[in-house]
């Protein structure tokens, strides 16, 4: 690694999560003996400066750097400074690819908590194989999307081989409880992901295909069982609705089994959705969902409903929940794995804040750490070479320590 002036950048610190997370770092610096050289980068001096003022003294000597998304060499400066870097800008289809060229250009590492798939397969696509000559780790999925499936899917791997001395090949993971609210971002991206596929044949092909961001060469054929609609799981006892998230975090989970040397099994399945209750109040429950999700994605489509939406109805880029609303939310998500012979495991996996905001910003905070310090010894990187990773084939149980100890996030058997 070359000498450089941090071990790590906060690009985007003045978006709604890029405050969360900065205010999370300082927190976490002022409390524990991890001391890294850090400073925070956006296209404003005026508002980065608004923002190191609102951290309080702690925050006195944060330094700011300019860049803008769009700017290649002040990118590419950006990242010569740096080890580490994470983005919050958002949506990364529109604003996303500059960064990523510039961190494999410099052999700079990189995470953001990117839900986008059309996008992450665009990014392996193009630059995977200069990400693996610089030496650039590239970690998309740091937030709940998808550390929580991710590494709960790890997690409940490790437990099977434990108990069972092999894995499990079948997993499901269901959402019991999730208390939290969207910000402009969010929906923003969720907007534009829905407006591309549905003007993309090619994307509306890779929407349904639950290997769309493996490698090439995965040669995975199971038939995966997506919860399209309302149904009922006789394996949790109750209806249970389409999860919006699951269109994400399975392909990533599937990824992970491929990059892995398909550590979960060739024949490996694995699906998500919410549970929302037993008889007839839980199947209206779940149709009601799977309506309010079509009419969502209809109006998405029609450009100048969406248009109104976003102006009228919906939360406002920088806009989000409240701090009271974000120590207020939480989640609960249920998975259960059976193995080949019918042996069966189930585990846990909850948060103690708003799952987009308080929650994600605790889980990219410490996805950061750890790639500026669990992966470097003596100035090296160690583990991974250069390459775009999952959060659970980048990272190790090192991240669940964390996540346990320092970002609420509990791992636990059921």
């Not at 109805?313 to 059976?338: A, I, N």
């Amino acid at each position: 690694m070359s000498n450089t002036n941090y071990d790590l950048v906060v690009f985007g610190a003045t978006s709604f999560v890029g405050k969360i997370l900065t205010k999370y770092l300082v927190e976490y610096f002022s409390t524990h003996n991890e001391q890294l050289n850090w400073a925070i980068a956006g296209r404003s001096q005026k508002k980065l400066q608004e923002v190191k003022d609102s951290l309080g003294p702690s925050a006195q000597s944060l330094p700011i750097l300019i860049a803008n998304a769009t700017n290649e060499i002040e990118l590419n400066n950006l990242c010569s400074q740096t080890h580490v870097i994470v983005s919050t800008v958002g949506p990364y289809a529109l604003y996303g690819e500059p960064l990523i060229k510039a961190c494999v250009t410099n052999g700079t590492d990189y995470c953001d908590l990117t839900g986008e798939t059309q996008w992450i397969k665009k990014m392996i696509e193009k630059y995977e194989s200069q990400a693996q000559q610089s030496g650039a780790r590239i970690v998309h999925c740091c937030g709940f999307d998808s550390v929580p499936s991710d590494m709960g899917v790890y997690y409940l791997q490790q437990q099977a081989i434990k108990h069972f001395g092999e894995p499990v090949t079948q997993v499901k993971m269901r959402v019991k409880t999730l208390k939290g609210d969207a910000s402009g971002g969010t929906v923003a991206s969720l907007i534009n992901v829905i407006q591309e596929v549905a003007a993309d044949p090619a994307l509306r092909k890779d929407l349904i295909n639950p290997y769309s961001i493996c490698p090439k060469n995965h040669s995975f054929i199971q038939k995966q069982d997506y919860v399209k609609a309302a149904r009922f799981d006789s394996d949790f006892d109750t209806w249970i609705a389409p999860f919006v998230m699951a269109a994400i975090n399975e392909r990533v989970v599937h990824r992970s089994n491929a990059l892995s040397g398909k550590a979960y099994g060739h024949n490996f399945t694995y699906n998500e959705a919410i549970l929302t209750g037993k008889g007839f109040k839980g199947r209206l429950k779940a149709i009601g969902i799977v309506a309010g999700l079509r009419a969502f994605m209809l109006a998405a489509v029609n450009k100048p409903i969406s248009q109104i939406m976003e102006h009228y109805l919906l939360p406002k880029s920088g806009e989000g929940p409240t701090p009271e609303q974000q120590l207020t939310g939480r989640f609960d998500l249920r998975f259960l794995g059976k193995t080949n012979d019918g042996k069966s495991l189930r585990i846990k996996v909850t948060g103690d804040q708003d799952p987009g905001y308080g929650s994600t910003g605790k889980m990219l905070g410490q996805a950061v750490l750890s790639l500026a310090i669990d992966h470097v010894e003596n100035g090296q990187k160690t583990g991974r070479k250069g390459g775009f990773w999952t959060p659970s084939t980048m990272f190790d149980d090192r991240f669940i320590q964390r996540l346990s100890k320092h970002a609420g996030i509990v791992f636990e058997a059921v």
